[in-house]
């Protein structure tokens, strides 16, 4: 067991890493720039499953909360969570719980993988939009039409291209099909 918590740490960090590299690939539109994170939180969900995505995202948001610049733009900092991006960055942790989760009920089917990309990227985006529209002052419709409509598309890619990489991925991650919903059960720090 020793061996495979190893491994699931190793893994755990690397798509922390990812997930910090894909905030550098921002995009400016407005107050919520577009980033490649999200495709990372989704694919960390798909591989890791519900405890290691967790723990994963949890390493990447204490990381920026201590200043590492791992948040869009190569910003840093808690100060970043009292900004209007900070529910989406806070919705990172239940979203990729719900990825995983549900990727694990699934069995780690296509179908099963691309619902939970779906559910995850709405917890995001839940998350998201009340932070905006509360720190802004901006109405629900206003905070929907900046922080929400600009990205469906965006995300929609993402979603598909995350269940399409979890498939190649999973071997060399090693969970499979098969085993992903047994790993749930195994030992976890």
């Known amino acids: 067991m020793p061996e495979y918590r190893l491994k699931k740490m190793v893994f755990a960090s690397l798509c922390a890493a990812l997930t910090a590299a894909g905030a550098f690939v921002a995009i400016p539109v407005g107050p919520v720039?577009?980033?490649?994170?999200?495709?990372?939180?989704?694919l960390t969900g798909l591989l890791l499953g519900s405890r290691w995505?967790?723990?994963?995202?949890g390493v990447y948001l204490a990381a920026g909360v201590l200043g590492l610049p791992v948040?869009?733009?190569?910003?840093?900092?808690?100060?970043?969570?009292?900004?209007?991006t900070g529910g989406y960055l806070i919705g990172y942790l239940p979203a990729v719980f719900l990825v995983g989760r549900i990727s694990e009920m699934a069995h780690a089917r296509l179908?099963?993988?691309?619902?939970?990309?779906?559910?995850g990227s709405a917890v995001v985006y839940a998350f998201g939009i009340v932070w905006?529209?509360?720190?802004?002052?901006m109405n629900l419709e206003k905070a929907l039409a900046i922080g929400f409509f600009p990205f469906i598309i965006g995300d929609a890619i993402k979603i598909v291209a995350a269940?399409?990489?979890?498939?190649?991925?999973?071997?060399?991650v090693g969970t499979s099909s098969e085993s992903i919903s047994s790993n749930t059960s195994s030992s976890f720090p």
């Open 33 to 42: 720039p577009i980033v490649l994170q999200n495709f990372f939180v989704l």
């Open 163 to 172: 269940a399409a990489a979890a498939r190649v991925l999973r071997p060399v």
């Open 132 to 137: 905006l529209s509360f720190i802004t002052r």
């Open 71 to 84: 948040f869009a733009g190569g910003t840093g900092g808690i100060g970043r969570f009292m900004g209007p």
């Open 111 to 119: 179908a099963g993988d691309v619902f939970a990309g779906i559910c």
């Open 53 to 57: 995505g967790t723990a994963s995202m």
